[in-house]
Each structure stands twice: as structure tokens, then as C-alpha cells.
């Protein structure tokens, strides 16, 4: 995967942009999305925004004519203002305030997925106080396994994501009889790195029934919504997606109604890496360390879901290779990058490119440990430009008051 980055850049922008430093590649990241395009040819292509909020990817994907999947009043606003078009957003989210479903009623977004019956009642209040109708999505949670990591699994019963199909007949069946409600869509996402094509089969065949059902009772959908998910694997891009397009191919042949995708990471993590830099090694017992200038709180994912990101030296040095704890400075025996990772034995100083570190990464980094945060840097071509500056010590104090 490095060689989609030519090396002379990369070495360029640690030293002109500093590091740790995300580098993301235009041209990887629309080759994802002609791919999910061609798979996809009559879909609403939803990008979901929480992989990557980056201005610079995001009006990219809106200027390619995605839709965005948005599960904030922030991503709503950051979607808008990339230039996603309203009626290409849908909102998710199991806790949107009564603030968020005013909002997205104000923009005229084209879906809420809704995942409580409470909920429901908060949105039908929303549309009253605006006086107008709500297109309504109810969200199913079809409890179906698919066998990812369970902080990453959403469509399992006994999660907080969604209800069940007993429950969404109820609420649409309500929501057929409100005044200010409109049912218009149903929505399923089943969870994230989902390899095989299995659970979206599974899924798609389930939702299929239902709007058939919720059809024969009256209630015809125009969106059938089956989230995102399709994994990409750490050092790879995504599997080709015509086997989830086979997949949910009978949830797209429902008379009528469009199919909706969401994906986040299959689009955004293989265009994007993390550059950090070697600052020291040492022993600790019959481990070695590298200590670089990344840590947990620029990328959270091999911490929080013990994902395996391949590190690769941008440089290798000749010489015997090592297995080594590569991890930052933040002070957490959980902060690390890497673990038991093999590599020919660096040099401080030396660069390292953290791969598939492109979804997931600066969207949910942080500035604990009072670390700001790292520079993100978008690459077309063999031109680069940074579109996100490092944050300053000034940026970590600005909000206090
Ligand atoms: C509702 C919803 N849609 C889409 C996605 C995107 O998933 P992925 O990035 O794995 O494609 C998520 C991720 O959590 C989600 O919660």
C-alpha cells in the first residue's frame, strides 16, 4: 500500500508538515468509490462521515455525487458545508437531541433513521413545532451476527442500535397514522469490518420480508437503507464490492424503492496513512520498544479494538529485523500503535508509515494527554497540500473561559 505514495513526498511533507502527520491519497480514495459506483450503478451512495470527517475527502466524495450518512448535528454541518447535498443525507444516530431533529428537518435532509419509539414521538413533536412532515426511517436491529468485534458490532439484539422488527411494524404503523410523520424508509447496519457476504445475505433477505409485509398493510417505503460495513483489511483495499452488491440484491429489488449504502471505512481507510517518527528504542524485559511521536490519542482504533494496522518503515535499514511494541508517548500501558510488529531494526529519527489508517484515525482522535492534534495532508497526484494544520498549544487552552 505504500507504493500509492511516492516515497520522495512522503519524505517531503514529515519534513515540511512535521509528524505524526495523515496522509491521504485522492486518487486511492476515488478509486473505492468507482468501484462501490460500479457495483452500485442505481444506489444512493451515502458516505458515512464519522470514518473520515476531513473537509478536503468529504468535498471530494460530495463533488463525485455521494450522499452522506451523517449521526451529528456537527457531521450535518460539516456534510453541508463540504457541499453533500441535503437530499443525499440521512441522519443516524440513537441519541439525536431535540436540537439534532430540528435541525435536520430545517435542512430538509432526506432520511431520518429513527431507533426508538421515543424517539418517534421526538421528532413527531419536531415537525409539528416547524409545521412540517418528517420522512421517517425506523431503524432495525435484525439481530444477526456479524462476527466482527463486539465494540464494533451493531446488529445483534442486546445492543443499543435500533429495534426489532415487531417493534418497527408498531412505529411505522403510527407513524402511517400521524399528521406530521411520513414513513418513507427502513434502515439496518449490521456493524463495521464485515468481511464475508453471509450476514448482509442474511439481512437483505430479512428486510426484504418486511417491506413486503409493511407493503401488504399499506405502508410503502421509497428507501430501503442497509447501512455500511464492508470491511477493508489493514494493508489492503476492499474486497470487491459486487459481492455485497449480490448480497443485498434482494433488499434493492423491492418495487419501487431505492437502495441506500452506507460505507465509511471500505472508502476512506485505504487512502489514508499515518506517518509518525522514531524517537527512541529501548528494552523493557524481553520486549523492544520503539517510541514514536504517535500515540493512542491520534490513532484510537489498535487500543480500543486491538486492530492491526501494518507499520512499514519508509526506509528500511539493512540489517537484522526485529519484533518490536511500537507505541507513543501518551502515558497508558495501552498506548500502542503496533504490537509484536516485524521490522528491520530503525534508527531514531527514522520514519515509519502506519497503513489503513485513513477512517477511524483523526476522526476520533484526541487531545488527551494535552497532545495536539496531528496535521492531516491530501496528496492528488505528486502535488500535496496540507488541508488540516497541526493543532497548537494555543488550540488545547482556546475554549476555556
Ligand atoms: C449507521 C452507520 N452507518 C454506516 C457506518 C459505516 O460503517 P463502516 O465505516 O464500517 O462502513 C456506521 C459505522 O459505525 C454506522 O454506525
Redesign the pocket.
Known sequence: MLDKFPLKTLEEIAAKAGTPVYVYSADVLLRQVRAYRKAFPEALICY?M??NSSGALCRLLAREGLGA?V?SGGELFRALRAGFRADRIVF?GVGKTAAELDLALSRKVLLI?VESAQELDALEAAARRRGVMARVSVRINPDIDPKTHKF?S?GRSGTKFGVSFAEAEIMFRRAAASEWLFPSGAHM?L???IHSAAPYRQAAAAMSAFVKRLAAAGIKLSYVDM?????AREGAEMAPPAALARALAPAAALDGATLVI?????IAAPAGLLLARVLYTKKSGRKDFLVVDAAMNDLMRPAFYGSRHPIVPLRPRRGSAGRFEVVGPVCESGDFIGTDVRLPRPEPGDLLAVLSAG??GMSMSSNYNSRPRAAEVLVAGRSWKVVRRRETDLDLVRQEC
Open positions: 458515512a464519522k470514518a450518512d449521526v443516524s433513521n464494533i451493531t447496519h456493524g463495521s469490518q447501512g455500511g460495513g464492508w470491511g452506507e460505507p465509511g471505512r471500505s477512517a477511524y
